[in-house]
């Protein structure tokens, strides 16, 4: 699957999280709630989410009290979140300065026992 971040080649290729059935296609993934709202994605090369205005209309439609506005709303609103989202490439936005491989190494930071000696981090905890 081209585009397809390999971790979506682990998991079905549709199914439930939560209150959520998801179908992946193409370049993404379709999640559809149990009142019927949607969110489509699709994943870009580092496997960060990405929308466009026409899934982020699709969203507003489906949603229990559909929201219909015209794309320069969308668009105004988008550029209001700036710097929370920006465009990563024409008509397309994500999460500003996300990166999966970015997020797993932060993570991964914060999970370390910070030393307090030059020794590695594994060789500085007390043995009781």
Known sequence: MPGVP???????RSGH???YFYK???AGCR???DN???VDVDFAADGSEVFDL???RGCGLSLPEPLDVTDQEMRS???S???LLNEVRPGWFGVANWSSQDEVRRRRRHMRPQASSSRPWWRSARRS
């Open 77 to 79: 609103a988008v550029q």
């Open 6 to 12: 390999v971790d979506l080649r682990r998991i079905s």
């Open 24 to 26: 992946v296609h193409g």
């Open 36 to 38: 019927g709202t949607e």
């Open 54 to 56: 026409w899934r982020l």
């Open 17 to 19: 999280i939560g209150s």
């Open 31 to 33: 999640f559809v709630s």
């Open 81 to 83: 979140l700036q710097p």
